[in-house]
């Protein structure tokens, strides 16, 4: 481009440089990562394919695009597991990151697809914020969050709601003890300024031995909210299937189930994080999903995206 490379001549610095390349970048990204999609669609039934375009994907592309901090953690994986707690807040802090105008466009692009971590986040805080309003009169609102990572749509919410008076307790489950720790400590202020009003307890317990029902939900009083949009994603039907009626049977009568699940469509997170960052996960659509609550007897199932259209919710109303 003429004019970015004028202004470059011209000295721009670091962040000028970032800023003068960003919205170009993101919109070619776009197109770049749809066509991924189109041609790496049905890969999944030819094995042989699908592993040779991944290394040669990981051999030219993946090295260029982890001078972006998002993609490096999303490829490394640290912590031995994909989707780590850092990761989620890189997505919402939304921050410029790197020492060069070239790896913060490289984060910036890892952020565009990772942006439905942000948005589906946002769902779930605002259900949050009607159930304690609905319910957490009398008694506290009880809500249980599976695979809560750094809860931040709950420290969100004790952000803008703790002078509303209304009662809430919060459970939140996760196999990471970090996660847990830093969730405690980004929410214990709005606890100890709450008269009370407000609790929020961390389990550390391991997934594994959730879904073989041998520990940890059991002990939890029936719940107005239960959710977990980043877990379902890893899981086989069978697993979410049987996982979804385990979260269901906490719930109050006219409580609320949010699972949330990468969703198969045209832009889906599919090519960057299976190809690129070798993240995978399960992508599904509505009846898939809504599949999960039958012979439930809920009150009504639904699904919903949220707004960038990458994340599918599925919603299970207990009658």
């Known amino acids: 481009?003429?004019?970015?490379?004028?202004?470059?001549?011209?000295?721009?610095d670091q962040v000028e440089a970032f800023e003068t390349c960003e919205p170009r970048l993101i919109q070619q990204w776009r197109s770049l990562w749809r066509l991924g999609n189109e041609l790496?669609?049905?890969?999944?039934?030819?094995?042989?394919?699908?592993?040779?375009?991944?290394?040669?994907?990981?051999?030219?592309?993946?090295?260029?695009?982890?001078?972006?901090?998002?993609?490096?953690?999303s490829y490394?994986?640290?912590?031995?597991?994909?989707?780590?707690?850092?990761?989620?807040?890189?997505?919402?802090?939304?921050?410029?990151?790197?020492?060069?105008?070239?790896?913060?466009?490289?984060?910036?692009?890892?952020?565009?697809?990772?942006e439905c971590i942000r948005t589906r986040m946002e769902v779930v805080r605002a259900h949050i914020a009607d159930v304690v309003r609905e319910r957490g009169h009398d008694r506290?609102?009880?809500?249980?969050?599976?695979?809560?990572?750094?809860?931040?749509?709950?420290?969100?919410?004790?952000?803008s709601h703790t002078a509303g008076g209304h009662r809430a307790e919060f459970s939140l489950i996760d196999q990471e003890e970090?996660?847990?720790?830093?969730a405690h400590e980004?929410?214990?202020?709005?606890?100890?300024?709450?008269?009370?009003r407000i609790k929020v307890q961390g389990y550390n317990l391991s997934f594994t031995d959730i879904l073989r029902?041998?520990?940890?939900?059991?002990?939890?009083?029936?719940?107005?909210?239960?959710?977990?949009?980043?877990?379902?994603?890893?899981?086989?039907?069978?697993?979410?299937?049987?996982?979804?009626?385990?979260?269901?049977?906490?719930l109050l009568p006219g409580g609320l189930l949010i699972i949330g699940n990468m969703n198969d469509c045209s832009l889906s997170n599919y090519w960057p994080m299976e190809y690129i960052t070798d993240w995978t996960l399960y992508y599904r659509g509505d009846?898939?999903?809504?599949?999960w609550a039958k012979g439930l007897n809920a009150a009504k199932a639904w699904t919903e995206t949220e707004r960038t259209g990458r994340v599918r919710m599925l919603f299970v109303r207990k009658g």
């Open 1 to 12: 481009n003429t004019t970015i490379a004028q202004g470059f001549h011209h000295g721009l």
């Open 40 to 73: 790496t669609n049905g890969m999944d039934r030819e094995r042989d394919v699908k592993e040779a375009t991944k290394e040669y994907t990981e051999l030219v592309l993946t090295p260029e695009l982890r001078k972006g901090a998002i993609w490096d953690r």
């Open 76 to 114: 490394a994986k640290p912590l031995g597991y994909p989707g780590d707690f850092e990761i989620m807040n890189q997505v919402y802090d939304w921050e410029r990151i790197g020492k060069d105008a070239y790896e913060m466009l490289m984060h910036r692009v890892g952020l565009e697809v990772a």
């Open 140 to 159: 506290p609102a009880r809500i249980t969050s599976l695979g809560s990572g750094p809860a931040r749509e709950v420290e969100g919410y004790l952000t």
């Open 178 to 182: 970090v996660a847990l720790y830093y």
């Open 186 to 196: 980004k929410t214990y202020p709005y606890v100890l300024n709450s008269d009370g």
């Open 213 to 250: 029902g041998t520990e940890g939900l059991a002990g939890l009083p029936p719940q107005d909210l239960c959710y977990s949009v980043g877990l379902l994603d890893y899981l086989t039907d069978h697993r979410c299937k049987a996982l979804v009626k385990r979260l269901y049977d906490l």
């Open 287 to 291: 009846a898939e999903m809504v599949a």
